[in-house]
């Protein structure tokens, strides 16, 4: 010490030493800060001083007595919450839970002022040594000394598994200290309620699930049971807003599901008496809603449901096309199956929540059962020919669009379009013929509806209807006007018809009357007179007239009758009995025609304006036919129909599925050169696929009879088959 | 009771009297001494007009921040020295708001100097960098000093002879520092330290075919989702560009350099968020030729590229020195020696280098010993260090709008923006200046 050189380094650490000297010092002021502690924990904080503890604690960390200071604070913190261990452990039954929680809060309370006080320490010692800040420390010890203590740790746990399943047996219990002790285990980090609560809260409500659920299986209906598993998932989901961490609600949610709903949804659906199929017949759409609500939660649910549904539809539509007794009448059997499409909407719309899966299932339903009958082209023709005859008299305009819209609908169904195509132009041509059209808006609206469904194409010649008509008003104002003598005598109306745009078939026309025969030649030269190069051809198959007659009393009528009626009752102007074969002859009428006609004059009752000998239902070629001058009828006009058959007898349809049969080939033709004309070469699996899918819109194509046209074409030199590979096609230019 | 306001406080500081309100005291926040002291806990005796509170405390400084927390505004005194100020400001837990009020937003164009710091190092600094609250650490050789923002300066950071090659950080407690692997040691590589006791934390591991490898780690970059990049040099010629997660420091990519291209010993990365790639660049003079080219992890695709290959050698002033990704303007920016500023655009994959003759501003006249030019780009603005000045250029045609000259300690070797700071490390001496914008004053 004497040394001098000694001495110089001497002065430098005294000064260090000053510093950190008095080892009582910190031991002191560690006293002082510990006794705060344990009056904080005490209750008993109003005597201190926060000024004088804050710089105490300052001073200790200031004077490297950080380490101290922190350890101190876990011991004593420690220390404190063995204690509070103790009496919480030792509070009886349902205190349990309250003394958890007020000693919780005071914890709380007591940690917040043990930080304020230690707050330079958490700053600045905590930070640059990493240790655990004050606040998460308090949590830390708290977990490990309170909730982890084994007295506390299974029965903290069981209280609340407890709670809750006295909860759901319908107890009342203390929500507000639930919150506050989940709340604290949530505090004490996301792992810790975990683990201390949730993941065997989930399995314990997964035992009551499995059990309650299988329990109602075997004593409530369908109905019921989803009443049940709704009102339990609600009460899960309230139960998570109340007391639990939100994000619990996924996983209760799913363990109920799981539980209620995924393991016994083939028994809900297919539940004797009171399934899905029960559901869908009594259109019970609060529980097909709920259905669809609970299932859609689980997967495979929705598919489960949509599956029945199909199945269901599928099973009713095949009995509704296949039925013979509905197949009588085809406005009725349309008017099912529009009922049936109403029926399933409503149920899509009210309980299933419009969902486009079970749109799409309930469309491809009906179009699998719809095409099961090949006369549904025809009967729906038939049904938008009865709704534009008669049946929309009366019916306001909107009204008119929702039934052809729905028509819309069912044809948007059919595979076989241009059979419905051929139909309609056959029943429009009629109609428009006959004028008997209820409206003529009605007719064009369902016309752009089928041409933006299917195109320019498709409608053209049914527009071209529509324009014959209208220049055939025209044509005979000028005729008439350029032939004022015309006045006097039979009033003739021709509509010329565009070859090709009507359904006409070649017929030979019949012998007219001679007035009539001169008035037609007089209408020829003015038609031909003012178009040049057209050829007229008359379809007397097709008209109508209304001719006077006067009966045996002088009773006189006007009889609305065709034009081949006309033709034979005008023969009994000049003669009272003519025998079948005169009028054969005379009218040139062929035979069937002549048969029906004869039919429709002489055996319909109080339409017989003729007689015939012998008196018999059909017609015999050795008939004879008088005038019935007893004829009466209460209405001055009387309508003769011709006996028609209002749906096409066998050899008929055989025809007209002939015609459509020969009039795909032309298409699918055009449609394999366009393919071909554009791909130059391709495989025969290939065209088959392109060929079928252009032509979709309008009918499905056979795939024999597409290769049978391929074959003609070949024939034609419009493709050749590949030399190498006989399965692929070239386009030849 | 007409006219006695209810929230006056009386403090009596180290013997002299204060009287303030519990308003103005709120300022301070809930984690301070007096948010706390006012906290219903505390059960503070309310007050009368003669009871008074006693802080055994320097009063000097005690005004200087109530001060503070009355205006927003921090005026120092000669008589108080800065040092105590920050001492007491740390006993109340108002130190932060000190630091805000010291200095005002970042603006290239308003900067001052403010301090200049001689270090203990003799000279040559490598690299100086920016820390997030005002700090900075100075790399030297194998050492590297920290320095908080009142500029006290913390135990400095020894990496026991091992030449350190950049430095970052990655809060304002950690550090990561790249260092040169010496020969025949198997150490080298990269460091996470602590700030405040200049301790290693961890190491990051390189494993190549699940074989931990010794390396040199060179350029660092940092990206948002906190992600470490550095250039690598294995020594088995695994060289090439590896990334690290910040928070558990495992490797989790490598990305390895392909013949005739340059990676592993790369001057600079940076990270483009917009883009999702990293900018690497690799300059003359550490290789023969220049190599730009920004890489896509995810599909381990060099999605642009640029290099000096084949140039014409003949004009020297060519040789691109520094390189910096401006993402909003999809371009690159370069510069040469000269300090003349050129433009890549980032868009077009055939690059080439438009240099800009407006930034031309040293022709000629170069000092006796050059540093070499170094960029930097912050919110908007263009810094490029030449000589003893850094030059600031702003707007969307990259205009020279303010130089920033202290006029001794020799040329700039490095500099570096961060925490509303601007360091410049001057390479003759062992000196390094701070810029600061000053703070807006309410008057």
């Not at chain 1, 304020?116 to 700053?123: E, F, G, K």
């Not at chain 2, 405040?196 to 940092?222: M, P």
């Not at chain 2, 060289?239 to 989790?252: A, C, F, L, M, S």
């Not at chain 2, 040329?411 to 923006?417: A, G, H, K, R």
Request: glycine content about 6%.
């Amino acid at each position: 010490m004497s040394n001098p050189q000694r001495k110089r380094n001497f002065q430098i650490e005294a000064f260090k030493h000053k510093v950190v000297v008095d080892p009582k010092y910190a031991d002191k002021t560690w006293k002082i800060l510990e006794h705060a502690i344990h009056e904080i924990y005490n209750h008993n904080a109003s005597g201190l001083s926060f000024e004088e503890l804050y710089r105490n604690a300052y001073n200790m960390v200031l004077h490297k007595y950080g380490e101290k200071l922190y350890t101190g604070l876990v011991a004593t913190m420690t220390a404190h919450l063995k204690d509070i261990s103790k009496s919480i452990e030792d509070a009886q039954g349902g205190l349990f839970l309250e003394e958890l929680n007020r000693k919780w809060n005071d914890h709380n309370k007591a940690l917040q002022m043990i930080r304020d006080i230690l707050m330079y320490m958490d700053r600045t010692f905590i930070q640059s040594t990493r240790k655990t800040p004050v606040h998460e420390l308090g949590l830390i010890l708290w977990r490990d000394n309170v909730i982890y203590s084994s007295k506390i740790r299974t029965r903290l746990l069981d209280t609340l598994l407890e709670l809750v399943l006295r909860e759901r047996t319908g107890e009342v219990i203390n929500r507000g200290l639930m919150r506050n002790i989940i709340k604290m285990l949530m505090d004490l980090g996301s792992s810790v309620y975990q683990e201390e609560f949730e993941q065997p809260f989930l399995e314990v409500s997964a035992e009551f699930y499995k059990g309650e659920s299988q329990k109602f299986i075997e004593c409530c209906d369908c109905g019921e049971y989803l009443k049940k598993a709704e009102r339990r998932l609600n009460e899960e989901m309230e139960r998570v807003t109340h007391y639990l961490d939100a994000k619990s609600e996924a996983k209760i949610t799913n363990v109920v599901e799981k539980e209620m709903i995924a393991n016994h949804m083939l028994a809900l659906v297919h539940m004797e008496n009171s399934g899905l199929v029960n559901m869908l017949l009594d259109d019970k759409y609060e529980d097909l809603g709920r259905m669809y609500n609970l299932f859609r939660r689980v997967s495979n649910g929705l598919s489960t449901v949509r599956d029945v549904m199909t199945s269901h539809i599928r099973e009713i539509g095949k009995q509704l096309v296949t039925d013979p007794e509905r197949l009588k009448d085809p406005v009725e059997f349309v008017q099912r199956l529009l009922d049936e499409k109403d029926k399933y909407d409503k149920i899509i719309s009210s309980a299933f929540n419009n969902d486009k899966t079970f749109q799409n299932a309930l469309n491809s339903s009906f179009e699998y059962f719809i095409n099961l009958n090949a006369r549904s082209p025809e009967f729906i023709s038939l049904f938008v020919d009865d709704k534009l005859r008669k049946g929309l008299k009366g019916v306001s305009e909107e009204d008119v669009e929702v039934i052809l819209d729905k028509v819309m609908m069912l044809f948007r169904y059919l595979q076989e379009k241009d059979v419905f195509e051929k139909y309609y132009k056959q029943h429009l041509a009629k109609r428009l013929l006959s004028g008997k059209t209820v409206s003529d808006d009605a007719e064009r609206s369902l016309i752009v509806k089928l041409k933006t469904e299917c195109g320019y194409q498709f409608t053209s010649k049914l527009e071209g209807m529509f324009t014959d008509m209208k220049t055939s008003q025209d044509t005979m104002q000028g005729f008439y006007a350029s032939h004022p003598e015309l006045g006097e005598g039979p009033t003739l109306t021709v509509q010329v018809l565009t070859t090709g745009s009507w359904p006409t078939q070649p017929s030979v026309t019949c012998n007219l009357p001679a007035e009539m025969s001169a008035l037609c030649e007089k209408f020829r030269s003015y038609y031909l007179g003012t178009h040049t190069g057209r050829r007229l051809s008359w379809q007397t198959n097709m008209g109508t007239a209304d001719i006077k007659a006067t009966f045996g009393k002088g009773q006189k009528h006007e009889l609305n009758v065709s034009t081949y009626q006309m033709c034979v009752l005008m023969l009994f102007n000049n003669s009272d009995r003519l025998s079948y074969k005169e009028i054969e002859q005379a009218t040139e009428i062929p035979a069937s025609d002549l048969k029906r006609c004869l039919q429709s004059l002489a055996c319909v009752k109080g339409k017989n304006v003729l007689r015939k000998e012998p008196m018999s239902k059909d017609i015999g070629e050795d008939d004879a036919f008088f005038v019935n001058d007893k004829f009466t009828s209460k209405f001055y006009k009387v309508k003769i129909g011709t006996v028609v058959a209002q749906k096409e007898s066998e050899p008929e349809k055989q025809e007209t599925r002939q015609r459509v049969e020969e009039d795909r080939k032309p298409q699918i033709e055009a449609a394999v050169v366009r393919i071909m004309k554009s791909r130059r070469v391709l495989d025969h699996n290939n065209i088959i696929m392109e060929v079928t899918k252009q032509l979709q819109s309008r009918f499905l194509a056979n795939p024999t009879e597409i290769k049978k046209r391929i074959e003609s074409l070949i024939e034609r030199d419009f493709l050749e088959r590949d030399n190498v590979d006989r399965k692929l096609y070239r386009y030849l230019a | 009771m007409m006219g006695v306001q209810r929230d006056r406080v009386r403090f009596n500081v180290g013997g002299k009297t204060f009287e303030t309100t519990s308003t103005t005291l709120a300022n301070a926040g809930r984690n301070s001494f007096f948010g706390a002291l006012f906290d219903e806990n505390w059960n503070l005796q309310p007050m009368n007009s003669n009871s008074e509170l006693f802080i055994d405390r320097n009063p000097d400084c005690f005004a200087v921040l109530l001060d503070l927390l009355r205006t927003g505004e921090l005026y120092i005194p000669p008589n108080v020295p800065e040092k105590l100020l920050c001492r007491e400001a740390q006993f109340y837990g108002v130190l932060d708001h000190v630091r805000a009020a010291k200095w005002g937003q970042f603006d290239g164009n308003r900067l001052r100097l403010s301090r200049s710091i001689t270090g203990p190092a003799p000279g040559d600094g490598t690299a100086i960098r920016a820390g997030p609250d005002g700090g900075c650490c100075v790399a030297h050789g194998s050492m590297v000093h920290v320095y908080d923002w009142i500029m006290e300066e913390h135990p400095p950071i020894n990496l026991d002879f091992q030449r350190v090659n950049d430095a970052g950080w990655i809060d304002s407690e950690s550090i990561v520092i790249s260092a040169c692997e010496r020969l025949g040691t198997g150490d080298g590589g990269m460091g996470l330290f602590s700030s405040s006791a200049g301790e290693l934390r961890s190491k990051f591991q390189v494993s190549h075919g699940d074989q931990i490898k010794s390396y040199t780690a060179g350029a660092l970059a940092f990206s948002p989702d906190c992600k470490i990049f550095s250039s690598c040099k294995g020594r088995s010629n695994e060289y090439g560009v590896g990334v690290w997660d910040q928070i558990t420091g495992k490797q989790i990519d490598f990305f390895y350099e392909m013949p005739g291209w340059s990676l592993g010993d790369a001057d600079k990365l940076q990270w483009l968020n917009g883009y999702n790639c990293l900018l690497v660049a690799t300059l003359f003079p550490r290789k023969d030729n220049c190599y730009i080219s920004l890489l896509d992890f995810r599909e381990k695709n060099m999605v642009w590229s640029w290099s000096d290959i084949g140039a014409l050698t003949t004009f020297d002033e060519k040789r691109v020195r520094d390189a910096i990704a401006m993402e909003g303007s999809s371009s690159i920016c370069v510069v040469n020696e000269y300090e003349d500023l050129g433009f890549m655009d980032l868009r077009s994959a055939a690059a080439s280098v438009r240099w800009s003759s407006r930034s031309r501003l040293m022709s000629g006249k170069m000092s006796d010993e050059p540093c070499f030019p170094k960029l930097a780009l912050h919110e908007g603005q263009l810094f490029s260090s030449m000589s003893d000045c850094i030059s600031v250029f702003s707007g969307s045609d990259w205009v020279l709008t303010s130089r920033l000259r202290r006029g001794f300690g020799g040329s700039i070797c490095d500099f570096s923006i961060g925490g509303d700071r601007l360091f410049a490390l001057h390479s003759e001496k062992n000196v390094f200046d701070i810029w600061e914008t000053p703070p807006t004053s309410v008057l």
